[in-house]
């Protein structure tokens, strides 16, 4: 039901659950299935290196800028944007984010002219955005544009029903890997 829409969709769920492997779910399900899909994780980018990678910047915008560099905003292109970990996204770059959304066009770091933002958002994160945002560490307006479709991917030991499925696809997949056809767990191990 959320593929075939293009609302932003906000993804959340303990580490581990499975966010990233639904978002691309999600794109290969979409209409953009045949655009980019272009992951970022927003944990590692702070300042300056989060809007050269999100901006891109032309040659000569900063020292050693020596040729121009494409942002991910613009590597997606109508494809799907990937926001993995969105609520470690520093508050000095959210309100560069959130105006990108709100414009749906941005300019590179030195440009002189705006681009036009064309991608699908889908977000990903472990924390309570909303708890931050009442702590004012995550701004609100941010918060309600990610999170128009919101979907909480439950950890699989709330979902044992799981195990089985997943358990026959993994033993399927590594015996096909290591050429060991037949292989099963017995009932026993299964249990």
Known sequence: EVATSDAPVLLQGESGTGKELFARLIHAMSNRREKPFVPINCGVLKDELFADKFFGHKAGAFTGASRQQRGSFELAGDGTLFLDEVGEIPPNNQADFLRVLEQRTFRRLGGDRDLPFE???????????????????????????LNVVPVFLPPLRQRREDIPVLAAHFVDHFSHRYHRSGMRLSDEALS
């Open 119 to 145: 991608a699908r958002i889908v977000a990903a994160t472990n924390r309570n955005l909303l708890e931050m945002v009442k702590a004012g560490l995550f701004r609100a307006d941010l918060f309600y544009r």
